[in-house]
């Protein structure tokens, strides 16, 4: 099946920097998301993009779908972005609902 | 207030008994899904359900089981045939395919079995 990898594996900014979490998958893509998982375990719907640029806020996204890899850039971080960063994927070859999940990112925001 | 509901939000069981968690949407999605998350991992497909009466396995089915007899609802059961059944449970929904097939997510379930 379709591998997902996600770095860095772990992140620690200061309040107010930017950052850019890093995608890779193996097989060409139907559907990518991108969430963020709270504290509470609630994940959040951050972006649906197979494929090109969308931004929301202080958070966009890039999907180069030729390429096989997609980015987050989150900038002016706050500490309620802190949180597990999920980048999820469905190959081509499948249906629009397997998800396939990487092992996400985990950052921390300080003061 | 549209969304997916899961209860409970915790659930305690001794080992050997089945135990039953509730996912129910109001989105009006055709497709529903139930992931399991480890600690420090990501999510792993359970079960999933494109319409009514039936259902497919994920990755990691042996153990569970689903009915999907609403539309609105997708039961899962933690089977004791489920050899590490502590974990948490997430329930997603989507519209069905193409552009629609964003899936959104419960507040999920934590099961804990001693």
């Known amino acids: 099946g379709i591998q997902v990898e996600q770095s860095p594996p772990d992140l620690i900014l200061q309040e107010g920097a930017n950052s850019t979490l890093r995608c890779n998958f193996s097989?060409?893509?139907?559907?990518l998301q991108w969430f963020h998982q709270n504290p509470w375990g609630q994940l959040i719907n951050l972006f649906y993009i197979p494929s090109g640029t969308k931004q929301n806020g202080r958070l966009s996204a890039t999907t180069v779908a030729t390429e096989r890899y997609s980015l987050l850039y989150i900038s002016s971080s706050q500490t309620t972005d802190s949180g597990v960063y999920f980048c999820a994927v469905d190959g081509s070859g499948g249906s629009n609902y397997k998800l396939t999940f990487g092992k996400g990112t985990l950052l921390t925001v300080n003061p | 207030d549209g969304g997916i509901t899961q209860s409970p939000k915790y659930l305690f069981r001794k080992e050997g008994q089945n135990v039953t968690l509730s996912c129910e949407q109001n989105l009006n999605h055709d497709a529903m899904y139930w992931y399991r998350q480890d600690p420090g991992q990501g999510l792993r497909l359970i079960y999933y359900?494109?319409?009514?009466?039936?259902?497919q396995k994920g990755d990691i089915a042996e153990g569970y089981s689903v009915s999907r007899e609403k539309k609105e609802s997708f039961p899962l059961t933690v089977t004791s045939a489920q050899k590490n059944p502590t974990a948490f449970y997430l329930c997603a929904s989507s519209m069905w395919g193409g552009a629609f097939s964003e899936q959104y997510f419960g507040p999920g379930t934590r099961l804990t079995v001693t």
């Open positions: 097989d060409s893509v139907n559907n």
């Open positions: 359900s494109q319409i009514v009466n039936d259902f």
